[in-house]
Structures are given as structure tokens and as C-alpha cells.
């Protein structure tokens, strides 16, 4: 038999035209109250879903990788294969495989925050709260409401929430004896007041929802709920439409009965709060008296046998959804899948068990990436396949997730992506997996940390050491002898340096214990395009621009690297990358326009560079065009922001004024002149602001935010103290942040760590006028030379002057060929060869075009592209589609057929 566990009430004069907003597993709904008929709740229970009806053939499940997480459970994924509407596909199927016969290991329910009903939580921190080692997902429940499961759930022999009255609502369990078992419940309980009288429970610690059976619409209308200090929902709960009356228990005597109101507080841990409504209020208010003892007795009932269950005789008990395996075969669905897009493919979760017992399957299909997650019919063929005798659906979509402790490591990761990538959903409950196992010897090892590593650069392996009983056991790696063969890199202790291309395998040795692991080390031909997210440079000795490095490969992956990655070459000016920081040493004379070229094991990449600056209004308050508002942190302190006129020397009608009053609050106190809703936008790519500052010599710190295009958040000194008087101007350089463009201002504040520090004002205000963007002139390039050849022939114009050339433009296969070195050199452009690489590159403006002989292949600014034709040797000259050529770099091709002749201009 169970006694109970808590929560605070919500008034609510009526229930007239109610909205219940009703959404579990990711599906919602939004309907009246009067409306909800018991079997609207079948759509109601839901999991999200992309509506994809198909139907799926021939399917395969394939193991790909298994390891143990901990003696006697082991983590197993497999890709199943299916063919839908004529197409193939595949899913990622993750299975934690449980073996109860392993007296180490078990299994319970993890629920909330810090282990209650009524609130929900991730499954990491669950897991983490817990002590588990791996855990998965597991009841439905209203994502409108505080989250209390759907169903009935025990943790270590504790009755903490009954059953819904929901039809075909399975609920996997684990005896006191370690038998697993799935059936179908219902929830009998009785109050007995001191005058004999009784009154029937409808549940224990739920949230409101509309039953589909026994006679009511709404959950807790009428009826008598019990709430223990389990129970940790904001109210007894939230959206039920009816006003509570409630009556507080401790040790079996009642202390306090509250009137149509909810009594203030939590459960107490030796008692229970009874909340009623209607009929069942009116026997508190006739029957139950302060000081008089009250008993509450409740059970489960077992659809299946009829026969009550005592809760106590479970170490778990975890509610799901439809049942879908019974007897090693796919079942019939005990209820109605519309509302979980049964026939939809979307991420899934479940649970199952073995014929004899011994084994339990938690198992995920998440619907990110290439996999295409699983109907509710295809987890019932991968359930089949598993081998499971006995198998329920859990809740899936935004909620399906998996975490684990990898072998020989002590933090939890999510096993694999949830539907929204690493985000996880906060849910109800979920199951964990256990580990009692003592401390063992070192059975092996397992090695950590990147599979890809760039040119020169340097990672660090973890050795992760697992003990008898495949717990983590500490190893000490840099006491360990690595290798890598090839020996694509060299080793100093468990630090990698990498100096060749290509893929190696690691290997380590500690003690008795060895391990393998495969990397490999990042080539040219692997890159698809390498992004330099930076402005142009200023041309001027001792500018700096930083130049951070994406590295984009051709499997769609990126990377980060720092700027002194890449081998650097500078034309026109000599210059040097420390990490992301490039620095302009000197200018070479007469040079106006100057290039940085970055190549990563030769693939290239350009940054031009140019003298002077142009400048362009960015705001000047006269008539802005957005609103700018006040923001202050902590809420304690005051601030304001105004157009104002007033400021001492001020020159212009308006300029923005912002106070700020630091008197109160503690910790980093800031005043903020918000623009716009997000920020405004600053066009193209500034390499420095510019703006007026009036200071009120507070000696505080003054600080711009600017979001990039990533939404990355980037914080710039304005000045670090307003330590003059009046106004200055202030140019603040932007090239050396590493923003990726376009980028918005979002705010500008008054910002002072410790208001106490001598010298310092707390109350002041501070001018901000005449904003202006500094860029960096544009490349210039000769668009005034024409060239004019004649197929076949050698001789050519520049300008009208009659040219002879060393090589005559040709005709192959419907391609016109013109020579490489005279249109470069005749049209402002330079030429690099390189003999040995068979390689020719062009750079001329802003633009680098490189390109390999006799491959269709080049890479134009960083970005590797494809031709229909490739350049060509004829005669010991380099001959290059005039297409090509032209289009890309810039130029306009002509051609007169009946004379065969080409104009490039």
C-alpha cells in the first residue's frame, strides 16, 4: 500500500472557457476547457514530428559500435536501413543493453529537479543528480503544465506519482527481485475521517489534464488529490480551472484546513496535503476537523491480473506510452498513436525486455542529420530484432535523448544528437542506469581528444583507464609511451605535434594496458574553402588586424584555426601573424595596394591592404530612426538615456545622454544605452568607429557590445576611465576583434567594477555624438585596357597598340584558349607560377585565382570551385579558358565568330 508525498494553488474564480495549452513530447494544443472530451487527450499526448506518411520496406538493423559503460551494461549503436516510398534510407538506433543477472548494476527512476515530481529537468542533469552512468528519457507529459509525468512512477520502492486515466498507458518496471515487467495500471486509493466516512482518491502528485475515463472531463474538478512532499510544482497544480480547498497532514492528525485556498507552502516530509475541489471539498468541510486523525491508503491495480499491486514490492516503475512489442512479435497499439505521430518519422524512444528477464533495452532513433529517426512501427521491427519479449513506446520527438559516461571516463555526454542538436529538452522523468561495483585493477585504457588535426598544430590525448568492473580508474598519460604510425607527427609526452598529411593511427601503452586510436592530419585536397573572417587591412606600418581562420572540408565540416596556421606571404609590405594578429611592420615604397596570402599546405586565401580611410556617418542623433532605451544591471541601480541639448559644450542640436546612479546593488554595475530592439546594423566591413565622448570625469569604464554575423557577442573598450573633462573623440579599432561581418552595435554603457574604489563617481552622466565608421578604400584596378586576338594568330592590340604575342590564342573541343602570361600582365594583373606543383595563379584586384594544370579544379579567393575545362600546355605556354579567366577576375569577354576574334576588357 502507499502513503503519499507536494505543492501551492492557484485561484480561479471559474471554469467557464478556459484554455488549456496542452503539449507533450513537442505537439501542441490549444483548446477550451469545455471542449476537452475524454478522447481528445489522445491527440494531446504527443511527441514532436515532422508529418511525413510512408511506408517502409526490407528493413535491416546492423550493429556498428558497442562498449560497456559499466559492468553489465553496454552501449550499442546500429544503423537501420529501411526503404521508404521507394527510397533508401537510414537511422542511428542507440541501445544501453542492461543485464539485471550483473548484481553491480541497476536500474531506477530519475525525475525533476534534485529528484522531484512536479518540475522538470534535462537528462544530463538528471543523470548527474543522480548518480547515474547513462540514462535515457522516459514519460509524456503536458509541456504547458510544471511537468509531472502522465503516468505512475516509483523510485527506489517510493510511490511518488499515480497513473492518469488515460486508456492503454503502459509502464515499465523493475521488481525488488530484479524482474522486469511492462503492463498497464490503475490507481485505488481511500480517506478515512475520524467519523468513519471516506472519500475516494483520484491520484497522487499529478497535473491537471482531461481523463478518458471514469466519468470526469477535468482532472481535479470534484474530485481529491494527494500531494507529498515529493511534489515540487509552483501549485497543486497549475491550469486546473476549479479553486482548491486543502487540508494539511503530519503524522496522521490533521493541522490545518484552508477554505478555498491553497495552504501556503510544501508537504511536509512526514505528511501530505489533500487538495479537493466540488463534492470532494464538501467532505473535508463536513467531515475532516483540525486535530482529528485522517488516513489516506492508495495502490495500484494491474490491468492485466485485476489484482492490486503493492507499490513497495517495485524498485522502479516509470509510465510510457503505447504498448508495441508482446510475446517477441509487434503488438497491436494499445491506444491510439495520432497523437505521437505514430506514423511519422521522427527521433523515438523505448523500452524493453528479454524473454528469461536478464536483459533490458533502453533504446533512441534521433531525427537530426542524416538520420531520419523511426515510425512507431519501425521501433517496433528494431525492438523485434533486438530480440526484446516485451516492449513500450516512451516519449519521443524534442524529448528523446541518451546520455552516457564513455568508457573509462567520469562526465556524462549526450550519446548522440538530440532533435535540436546538443539542446536538450527538459523533461519529466527519466530511467538512469547504476553502478555498485567496487574499485577493480586496471583492465584497459581508452584514448580521447581529436581525430582531426591541422598542419602544425599541437593536441593533447587523454588517457582514460577503466578498472575490472569497467569503471574509470586513474591512469597517468604522460607517463604512458605513445606512437603514431605513419608517423605523421611526432609525440612529446601525450602532446601530438603534426608536421605530414594523411591518416595514422595513435597508439598508447600503459602497463599491461594498450590502445588504439585513428586520426588524421588535414590536406589541401580535403578543403573545400578557408574563410578569413576580417576586414580589409590598413596598408599603414604598425596597423594590426586580427584574422581568425574557418576551414571549411569538402564533407561539410569546419574548423577553427588561429591565424598563424597557414604559411603567410606579403606583397607590397613586410608583415608578421603572431597567433590571430597580423601586424603591418613596414611599407614598401610607392606600393598603394597591398596583399597578405595565407596558405594552408598550399590551398590559398587573400587579404588586401590599402592606404588612407574613408569615412561615413553613422549616427549623429539628429534623427534617428530607431528607438534607443535604457537598460541597467543590477535592478537596483538607476540609469536613463535621453536626446538631449544640454551638455556642457556641446556643439550639435542633439547628442545621447546617459546617466546612471550606482548608489545601490552590489557586484558590476552597468547603465546601457540600448539601440533598437537588436542593434543596428553597421554596413560592410568598418575597420574602426569613431565617435564624440563626453566625460564626467567618474574615472568609471565605458564599453561598446557588438553581434556579429555568428551572434557572437563581442565587448570593446569605448575608454577604460573617463578621467578627462568635456568632450574627445575616440576611435575605437574594430579590425583587431575578429568579427565576422556584418555586425550590429547593440549597446554602448557606463560600466564600473567596484563602485567603492577610491576616486571613483557613482552618480554621473556621460555624452555620446557624431559616430562614424572608418573603412579601409577599396582595391583599385585598371578598367580602361582592352585586348583584342585573333584565334590562331599571333598577333594582338592593347589599347589599339599592335602587340606580338610569344602564343596564339586556339579553339579545342569548342573551348577558346587565349595565353596566361600576356592577358595577366596586359590587364593589370600579377602571375605566380609554381613549376614544381604544376600550379599558376592570378591575382589582380581583390581576387586570386589559382589553378592547377590540366585540372578542372581552381580556388578563387579561398573557395574551391569547379570548371567545365582546364588550362592547358601547348608549345611550353600556359594557355587558360578565356571564359575562365575572364569572368572570374572580373573582365568582359567578346567574340566575333565570323573573324574569330576576342576582346578582353
Do not use: C
Not at 453 to 480: H, R, S
Amino acid at each position: 500500500m502507499g502513503k503519499a508525498r507536494n505543492n501551492r494553488w492557484r485561484r480561479t474564480e471559474s471554469i467557464s472557457k478556459k484554455v488549456f495549452i496542452i503539449a507533450l513530447g513537442g505537439t501542441l494544443l490549444s483548446q477550451p476547457v469545455v471542449s476537452l472530451l475524454p478522447g481528445s487527450w489522445n491527440t494531446a499526448i504527443a511527441e514532436a514530428a515532422d508529418v511525413a506518411m510512408a511506408t517502409a520496406t526490407a528493413p535491416t538493423l546492423k550493429l556498428t559500435k558497442q562498449a560497456y559503460v559499466t559492468a553489465g551494461a553496454k552501449r550499442m549503436d546500429y544503423l537501420w536501413s529501411a526503404t521508404r516510398n521507394g527510397k533508401a534510407i537510414t537511422s542511428e538506433v542507440h541501445v544501453i543493453e542492461v543485464d539485471l543477472s550483473n548484481p553491480y548494476v541497476s536500474l531506477n527512476t530519475m525525475s525533476g529537479k534534485n529528484h522531484t515530481v512536479g518540475t522538470r529537468n534535462s537528462i544530463t542533469n538528471m543523470t548527474k543528480e543522480s548518480g547515474a552512468v547513462a540514462g535515457i528519457n522516459a514519460d509524456v507529459f503536458v509541456m504547458t503544465n510544471e511537468g509531472a509525468p502522465m503516468g505512475v512512477q516509483i523510485t527506489s520502492g517510493a510511490f511518488e506519482s499515480s497513473p492518469s486515466k488515460l486508456k492503454g498507458m503502459y509502464a515499465f518496471g523493475v521488481s525488488k527481485d530484479r524482474k522486469p515487467s511492462i503492463d498497464n495500471y490503475t490507481f485505488e486509493g481511500l480517506v478515512t475521517a475520524a467519523d468513519g466516512s471516506t472519500f475516494a482518491l483520484e491520484g497522487l502528485n499529478q497535473s491537471a489534464y482531461g481523463p478518458e475515463f471514469g466519468g470526469n472531463k477535468y482532472s481535479h474538478v470534484d474530485t481529491m488529490y494527494i500531494y507529498t512532499s515529493a511534489w515540487n510544482g509552483a501549485e497543486r497544480p497549475i491550469n486546473t480551472g476549479a479553486t482548491p480547498t486543502e487540508v494539511l497532514v503530519r503524522n496522521g492528525i490533521i493541522e490545518q484546513i484552508s477554505i478555498g485556498k491553497p495552504v501556503s507552502g510544501q508537504a511536509p516530509a512526514d505528511g501530505y496535503i489533500l487538495r479537493s475541489h466540488g463534492k470532494a471539498a464538501t467532505f473535508v468541510k463536513e467531515h475532516l476537523q483540525v486535530g482529528q486523525a485522517v488516513t489516506a491508503d492508495y495502490s495500484l491495480i494491474s490491468s492485466t491480473t485485476g489484482a492490486k499491486v503493492d507499490p513497495a514490492g517495485f524498485e522502479m516503475l516509470i509510465g510510457g506510452h503505447t504498448l508495441l512489442v508482446d510475446g517477441g512479435a509487434a503488438s497491436a497499439f494499445s491506444r491510439d498513436v495520432t497523437g505521437v505521430s505514430g506514423s511519422s518519422y521522427t527521433s523515438r524512444s523505448g523500452v524493453g525486455y528479454s524473454k528469461d528477464g536478464t536483459k533490458v533495452y533502453l533504446i533512441t532513433s534521433e531525427k537530426y542529420g542524416s538520420s531520419t529517426g523511426l515510425s512507431l512501427k519501425e521501433l517496433q521491427q528494431v525492438m523485434v530484432q533486438l530480440g526484446i519479449y516485451k516492449g513500450v513506446n516512451l516519449d519521443g520527438g524534442g524529448s528523446t535523448t541518451m546520455v552516457e559516461r564513455p568508457l573509462g571516463t567520469s562526465s556524462l555526454t549526450l550519446s548522440h544528437s538530440t532533435q535540436s542538436g546538443t539542446t536538450q529538452r527538459s523533461v519529466s522523468n527519466g530511467i538512469g542506469v547504476f553502478t555498485s561495483a567496487p574499485v577493480g585493477t586496471l583492465k584497459g585504457v581508452t584514448i580521447t581528444g581529436s581525430n582531426v588535426v591541422f598542419l602544425g598544430q599541437k593536441t593533447t590525448f587523454a588517457l582514460n583507464g577503466y578498472d575490472t568492473y569497467y569503471n574509470p580508474i586513474k591512469v597517468d598519460a604522460t607517463q604512458a609511451a605513445w606512437s603514431a604510425n605513419p608517423a605523421v607527427g611526432t609525440f612529446s609526452s601525450n602532446t601530438f605535434t603534426a608536421t605530414k598529411v594523411g591518416k595514422t593511427t595513435i597508439s598508447v601503452k600503459a602497463g599491461d594496458a594498450s590502445a588504439q586510436y585513428t586520426m588524421e592530419v588535414i590536406g589541401q585536397d580535403q578543403i573545400a574553402s578557408i574563410s578569413l573572417n576580417t576586414a580589409a587591412g590598413m596598408l599603414t606600418p604598425g596597423s594590426t588586424l586580427t584574422v581568425p581562420v574557418t576551414v571549411k572540408l569538402k564533407n561539410g565540416k569546419s574548423y577553427k584555426l588561429s591565424g598563424d596556421s597557414l604559411k603567410w606571404e606579403y606583397i607590397g609590405f613586410n608583415g608578421t601573424m603572431t597567433g590571430d594578429t597580423l601586424t603591418v611592420n613596414s611599407v614598401k615604397a610607392g606600393v598603394k595596394t597591398g596583399y597578405a596570402i595565407g596558405r594552408y599546405d598550399g590551398f590559398p586565401t587573400l587579404i588586401p591592404f590599402t592606404q588612407g580611410e574613408t569615412v561615413k556617418a553613422f549616427e549623429d542623433f539628429e534623427k534617428t530612426a530607431y528607438p534607443i532605451s535604457s537598460q541597467v544591471t543590477p535592478k537596483e541601480i538607476a540609469g536613463s538615456v535621453s536626446l538631449a541639448a544640454d551638455l556642457p559644450g556641446q556643439t550639435s542640436a542633439k547628442a545621447l545622454k546617459l546617466t546612471y546612479d550606482f548608489t545601490n546593488g552590489t557586484g558590476t554595475k552597468a547603465s546601457y544605452a540600448a539601440f533598437n530592439t537588436n542593434g543596428v546594423s553597421l554596413s560592410g566591413s568598418p575597420t574602426s568607429m569613431s565617435l564624440d565622448v563626453y566625460s564626467d570625469q567618474s574615472k568609471n569604464w565605458v564599453r561598446a557590445e557588438l553581434i556579429d554575423a555568428d551572434g557572437k557577442a563581442h565587448l570593446v573598450d569605448v575608454t577604460k576611465q573617463l578621467d578627462w573633462s568635456g568632450w574627445k573623440t575616440i576611435k575605437i579599432n574594430l579590425s583587431s576583434l575578429g568579427m565576422k561581418y556584418p555586425v550590429k552595435l547593440k549597446r554602448i554603457y557606463v560600466v564600473t567594477l567596484d563602485s567603492t574604489q577610491a576616486g571613483r563617481t557613482v552618480t554621473g552622466t556621460v555624452g555620446l555624438d557624431n559616430m562614424k565608421l572608418n573603412y579601409a578604400p577599396e582595391v583599385t584596378v585598371d578598367t580602361k585596357s582592352k585586348v583584342e586576338m585573333i584565334v590562331g594568330k599571333t598577333n594582338a592590340t592593347l589599347n589599339g597598340k599592335a602587340l606580338k604575342l610569344d602564343a596564339a590564342p586556339i579553339q579545342l573541343n569548342g573551348t577558346t584558349y587565349v595565353p596566361l602570361r600576356f592577358v595577366t600582365d596586359a590587364l593589370g594583373g600579377q602571375l605566380f607560377v609554381d613549376g614544381k606543383l604544376n600550379k599558376v595563379g592570378v591575382l589582380r584586384g581583390t581576387k586570386l585565382l589559382e589553378m592547377v594544370i590540366g585540372e578542372k579544379g581552381y580556388v578563387l579567393n579561398g573557395t574551391r570551385q569547379q570548371s567545365e575545362v582546364a588550362p592547358i600546355i601547348r608549345n611550353n605556354r600556359t594557355l587558360i579558358p578565356v571564359r575562365l579567366f575572364s569572368e572570374k577576375l572580373g573582365f568582359t569577354v567578346g567574340y566575333d565568330a565570323k573573324q574569330k576574334k576576342i576582346t578582353i576588357q
